[in-house]
């Protein structure tokens, strides 16, 4: 039978998308477990922000076996830079990262954010979403500083709520 | 003057003729050493799980004790800590108490008795360490690369101190249980790699800082031992020569040197050269390294102290070893591998029985089961880690004698072979090739070392003659060769099938097998697709992507050579990933076309992938003659590739295990 590739394509585009919308499905009906067992005395954002900590905790586990700093630092910084963005990229975000001004610095510039749009079907503020990236990246961060014996920061300098324009966010040497 | 300690005479031996530096002795602090050769230490996990030795780690010990015909033979290294974070293997023995002591004095006896030096290691795993604890010990807490190991916890002055007194005390047991060599292990990333590296040891205080600031515990630990030995043990150490962590900011070769002058200023009676680290992104020991690869690390360590240097690492053959001792570039021939995989090596060598070794194959099966917490076996060595059972090491003859009709003179076949004859059984070997070794006639064209494999043929054949096996080459068996000859059994070694590819039928002229891509009988196009992705079809690929061909592997598994221990699969995924070669795993071949092939996933979906040549590399299981030997009511069994297809080891363990029990 011969393939119709326009049907093999567009079914496992399908595919792709439902697990990547199952991604943040998955994270938001826990958090409102988390939120139930916590009680009322717990802020939702202290939640999320713990779980985002543990992401990037379990993530940087990953990245540790591929660092090199044969790259020298520029190199280095792009590799980590393009780590960061194809963890959002691969919850169907398109994030590309750019050269800062000295080789220190990168920017992870993002134009298409499903997040917020998951965290509105679940009733949860945008802010939480932009705090969260930046707390998990921060994470992974730490762990791969203390790894290389380097500082390393992000911050977010430019979130836009519900996926529209363009998020920035800069990693430097700190 | 220096004391002996058993009395070794090597004059006769065609062995210390044709390698006359192995066996002349030399002095290692005051301790005169019949030969140069060393039983490197080697974990095994045999040991209980609290510490104590075992029969079988003591049967194991002693086996490599004959082995070393004078030499030094160490025992494992051992942990030193109540807490047990310096426990590294489930099976690690202990020595953080008396009570530990007579245990190993059954290993210091059993290593006398074979009139052996008996090498006592201590070793604290570090950052490798905290097999049954939460958290493992380190100068820093730099995280893990490795998500196998345990987090580090930073150690306090305190703690350091504690670790020093440790050592102490744990020689202090080792001297007492009848040990005649103290060792420190400061090998591939545990605890005294952890301080010595800069990688590892951030430290700010006295124990950190340049490079005799990270030696400072060390220093200490060496000048603790050496007091707590005596003047007739020699200490010695095993210090990284080539952390290989560059990409991780770890020590130069300069700081290794340096570390070296400074353990021998602390006293240390000689030095063992080693290499890499855990956490090293580059190889060291697997069997894509060619052997004689880091041998010149010895030299350049020679040029930096005066006591001796003993050296392993891929030294399989005692030709270089012999070489480099005789030019003042060695002192020792240190062995691990080779003696896992044949306890007796060096021994057989100064017999001048070379070609009655079993190679090792340098597969790391040994390590990758070690870290799953597994005792140590060995892939191409049935008797490994079953020492202290006489089965194995000395099976029984046979009751009475039977003819038995080989069918296959593969690896399967040939151990089978060897063992049942030695048993007292008349055994005829049958094969439909003219020569013997069955697949791996092919399977060593492979590159990155698989000619190695071939060591394993070398070994079967002569064992094969010594004990009296008939060969039949170039004989076909039949079902009417069994009818005539009624064997009373009936051994079927005759590898896989190769299943046929149904779709294939329009366009079959596209397929060949894998074993004639291998021996250069089949044509192959520029762009080929290779059905299996196990390892003989990663073999294959990379075989194919050597002469410059596309290639593209499609296969059942979930990731491609599943098949391979990870301890080396990792080496394989880089070459295929270097070599251009993709793989498409979990899936299968639905149909050949004019142009290529059809690849379906596991769920359905499909693509085109162009090609010229489909290789099938795919195997099945040969119920080819079973019918038969079991309608003429013959003893049957099947072993290797033909019970179901799977490697180099199963064959041999299976011709083992079945040549016991015929
Ligand atoms: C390219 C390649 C790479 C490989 N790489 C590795 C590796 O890295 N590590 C590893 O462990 N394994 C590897 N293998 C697999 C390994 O070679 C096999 O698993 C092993 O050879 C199986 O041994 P066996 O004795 O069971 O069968 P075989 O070696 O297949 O021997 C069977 C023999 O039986 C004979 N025979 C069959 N039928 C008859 C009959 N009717 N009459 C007479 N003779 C008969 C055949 O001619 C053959 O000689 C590789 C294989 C290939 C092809
Ligand atoms: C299974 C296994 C266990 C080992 N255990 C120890 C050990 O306890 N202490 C140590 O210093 N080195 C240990 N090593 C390292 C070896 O002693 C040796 O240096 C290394 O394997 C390289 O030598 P080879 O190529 O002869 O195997 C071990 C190696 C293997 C393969």
């Known amino acids: ?174 | 003057m220096a004391k002996t300690l058993f009395e070794w005479d090597y004059s006769g031996f065609p062995g210390a003729e044709k390698y006359p530096h192995l066996f002349k002795p030399i002095q290692l602090g005051n301790l005169m050493v019949p030969n140069r050769v060393k039983y490197a230490a080697t974990e095994e996990n045999l040991n209980a799980h609290d510490g104590f030795v075992t029969d079988a780690g003591v049967a194991y010990m002693r086996e490599r004790a004959k082995g070393v015909v004078g030499g030094l033979c160490f025992m494992q290294g051992v942990y030193m800590d109540e807490k047990r974070q310096g426990q590294g293997y489930v099976g690690q023995a202990a020595a953080w108490d008396d009570k530990f002591i007579p245990g190993l004095k059954r290993i210091a006896d059993a290593l006398h008795e074979e009139r052996a030096v008996a090498g006592f290691q201590l070793m604290d795993c570090g950052r490798v360490g905290a097999v049954e604890v939460d958290y493992c010990h380190g100068p820093s807490a730099v995280p893990q690369r490795l998500r196998i190991f345990k987090p580090v916890q930073e150690m306090t002055r305190d703690d350091i101190k504690a670790v020093v007194q440790q050592h102490v005390d744990a020689a202090r047991r080792g001297v007492e249980a009848g040990f005649d060599v103290m060792e420190i292990s400061g090998i591939v990333g545990y605890l005294i790699s952890n301080f010595i590296s800069s990688y590892t040891n951030r430290r700010t205080d006295e124990y950190g800082g340049d490079i005799r600031g990270r030696m400072r515990a060390v220093v200490e630990i060496i000048e603790g031992v050496k007091a707590a030995c005596g003047p007739d043990i020699p200490v010695g150490i095993r210090l990284c020569s080539e952390e290989l962590l560059d990409d991780v900011r770890g020590n130069t070769i300069e700081e290794s040197m340096e570390s070296y002058k400074i353990s021998e200023e602390a006293g240390v009676d000689y030095i063992s050269c080693t290499l890499g680290w855990q956490e090293s992104i580059y190889p060291v020991i697997s069997r894509d390294i060619p052997m004689g690869n880091w041998i010149h690390l010895a030299k350049r360590a020679k040029e930096h102290v005066k006591v001796p240097i003993q050296m392993a690492y891929r030294l399989f053959k005692p030709g270089l070893p012999n070489e480099k001792i005789g030019a003042g570039e060695l002192d020792f021939w240190e062995i691990c591998r080779s003696m896992i995989a044949d306890p007796l090596m060096p021994k057989k060598v100064l017999e001048g029985k070379e070609e009655e070794v079993r190679h090792c194959v340098a597969c790391n099966l040994c390590l990758a089961r070690l870290f799953r917490d597994a005792p140590m076996t060995c892939y191409i060595n049935p008797v490994c880690a079953h020492e202290s059972d006489p089965e194995f090491t000395d099976p029984p003859a046979a009751e009475e004698e039977k003819e038995v009709m080989i069918v296959g003179a593969g690896p399967a076949g040939l151990e089978c072979a060897y063992m049942a004859a030695s048993r007292g059984h008349e055994v005829h070997v049958y094969d439909k090739r003219d020569v013997i070794g069955g697949t791996l006639n092919e399977a060593k064209n492979a590159p990155y070392g698989d000619d190695e494999l071939w060591t394993c043929i070398e070994y079967q054949k002569v064992m094969c003659e010594k004990a009296g096996v008939e060969f039949h080459l170039g004989t076909e068996v039949t079902e009417a060769l069994i009818e005539e000859e009624v064997p009373d059994t009936v051994v079927l070694a005759t590898g896989p099938v190769y299943p046929e590819i149904e779709s294939a039928a329009k366009n079959s002229d596209k397929v060949v097998n894998l074993l004639d891509v291998m021996s250069g009988k089949a044509e192959v196009g520029e762009k080929v697709v290779i059905w299996g992705n196990r390892k003989p079809g990663i073999g294959c690929a990379l075989h194919l992507a050597k002469q410059g061909k596309k290639v593209t592997i499609v296969g059942k598994e979930r990731t491609a050579g599943f098949d391979i221990n990870p301890s080396f699969k990792w080496r394989y995924m880089i070459y295929m990933r270097q070599s251009g070669i993709v793989a498409y795993n979990d899936c299968d071949i639905v149909e050949v076309t004019e142009e290529g092939v059809t690849v379906q996933t596991y769920d359905g979906v499909r693509w085109q992938v162009a090609c010229d040549t489909i290789v099938v590399s795919e195997r099945a299981t040969n119920d080819n003659l079973k019918k038969v030997v079991q309608s003429e009511g013959i003893e049957l069994f099947v072993v290797g590739d033909a019970l179901i297809p799977r490697n180099l080891s199963s064959a041999v363990h299976d011709g083992y295990r079945i040549g016991m029990r015929v």
């Open chain 1, 1 to 174: 039978m011969p393939v119709n590739v326009e049907k093999e394509l567009s079914q496992s585009w399908k595919r792709l998308h439902g697990a990547q919308a199952e991604i943040g499905k998955t994270f938001y009906r826990w958090r409102q477990v988390a939120l139930e067992f916590a009680g009322d005395e717990v802020a939702p954002l202290d939640v999320s922000l713990r779980a985002a900590e543990i992401f990037g905790k379990d993530i940087s586990k990953s990245f540790l076996p591929r660092l090199n700093w044969l790259k020298g630092e520029e190199g280095f910084m792009l590799i980590l830079g393009k780590a960061l963005a194809g963890i959002w990229n691969t919850d169907g975000a398109i994030a590309k990262v750019e050269k800062g001004d000295n080789p220190g610095e990168i920017f992870i510039k993002c134009s298409r954010d499903p997040w917020p749009t998951w965290a509105k079907e679940f009733g949860v503020p945008m802010e939480e979403v932009a705090l969260c990236r930046e707390r998990m990246y921060q994470s992974i961060l730490e762990d791969v500083g203390a790894f290389m014996n380097i500082p390393l920061k992000v911050e977010m300098q430019k979130a836009i709520s519900r996926g529209q324009g363009e998020t920035v966010m800069r990693l430097y040497k700190a």
